[in-house]
């Protein structure tokens, strides 16, 4: 329900310049039609309290236990602007390279619903806190393009409603009403479902490189619907918008958007015409249907918020934000290239997010910058797939892994060995150095016992040995693996095959 | 304002109709005339600012036009109980506010 509102009215006015920044190839089969999408996200900012009260905003309490007086809207209190959120705010509209307004006021957006306790939302109608910004995608081809933001503004949550299946009643849960949230609104650039995924991974990564939200979609705290229409390739002119509502995931809003993408062509297809109507999006049948037909949702009545004063936001604060932003991503991958000489792939991925990029430079602090790469976006990035996990959530020290990146560098223990130390380390949270005592993993580097050892696969391996003699170097590497089983992997290879070499072919 | 007006009334009964739509409010025919005689009569006398020479005052957001900037600082307050929160409801259950159900 707060989901929409003014600034689809704003984006209206854009369709010529979206039409002019064309750039991607429609991604409909038939080619007949270009999609067209634009998105609205809510992003709850990460602040301690409520944007117009003190409650907490802590996630995962018991019901009605973060309420006061103001945020239920009882009569005669008075709403009172949270400066965190607005430092938020406005740290993630100048990050979005977006124009601040000198001044910005709060509006009512009236409508009647259980989980707004004043039948209205506090929200920003005509004045509000930016526009004109920007995100700038990577296409599949490697192509940048840049979307278009038309507006970005505060309001407040509304509550939580749990509807009983089948029965007569509903249950509200006010703690999150009041939660601070900054709508962004982009331009209908947006040409596909996949240029709509990777906008919302670019503008994710934004947010949490500013460290303003968690950007967590299950729990809520980034939100996305979307509008979605077709028009017959070479036409300027929009086609009727469907809103899609109900997506939890970004790989939810790109299948959403798939749908509603060949839906929406059937009906052209057959003469049909789209309804202009909120649709939701149904996870488990991977569809989309009507949830209300009617436009009178579109009626808020906004009027200014009298209980709120207007803001004036100066020029000098605006800049004072800007000079001490946090580097953000693009910056991030420049200077990983520059600095580590490390090709754009593995800068993309070491600078995906943030916490990753910032492990990244710690483990380098010690070791050198390419096994870190390799280790991150190997080992490290299959145990945070394995247990759904956030990079220090894995509970690795970037100092350990630094510790076994050595290791394998010194000889001490294998590459396969350092595989196990990585795992032994995240599961039980030990030192690297305990775990290959303790292990037995210590790699043979002494020449005496492997001499021994390579005696041994001599003996039994007459026919390979008679290959190497003949020059079929390949043989070496079969022989090589034989001193590594009977080692369980711990014979310094390089070690070996020189062992190896010397005894056959002397 | 009586009963004459109402052929020349701003307010259509349709217009009443969609407000109390919007509001999710249910009016009977009678509601329906009563509260189109109240809106009217809320519009004239609001009207009357009409008749006040503005050409040469700026527009303003806001009643008070030196009052501006007012925030507070990001530190948890009290709130209520959720008996407290609960108790001036007409349902609850179990920590909820419970209404009619909506889709
Ligand atoms: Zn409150």
Redesign the pocket.
Known sequence: MPMNGAGRQQSQQFVVLGESLKTGESMDKKGKYETVVGLEVHVQLATKT?V????STRFGAEPNT???????GQPGVLPVLNKEAFMCSLKIAIALGCDIQESMKFDRKNYYYPDLPKNYQISQFDMPLAYAGEVRITLEDGQEKRIGITRAHMEEDAGKLIHDPGGMCSYVDLNR??TPLLEIVSEPEIRSPEEAHEYLVALKRIIKYLGVSDCNMAEGSLRCDANISLREKGRSKLGSKVEIKNMNSFKAVRDALFYEEERQAEVLDEGGTIKQETRLWDEEKNVTSSMRAKEESHDYRYFPEPDLVPFDISPHLVQKIRDNLPELPAARRERFKKKYNLDWYDVGVLTSEKEIADFFESVTVLTEPRSACNWIKGEIMMHMNERSAGIFELNIEPGYLAKIICMVRDGIISNLAAKDVLRECIERGKDPADIVEQKGLLQVSDKGELELIVDEVITVNEKTVNDLKNGKENALGFLIGQVMRKTKGKANPKLTGEILRKKIKG | MNANNINNNPISTDVVKYVAELSRLSLDEKDTITFQHQLARILEYIAQLNEVDTDSTPPTTHVLPTMKDVFREDVPGG?LSQKEALDAAPDSVRGFFRVPRVI
């Open positions: 409520k117009f009260c003190s409650c973060q309420v006061c007086p103001v945020c239920l009403t009041g | 709130s």
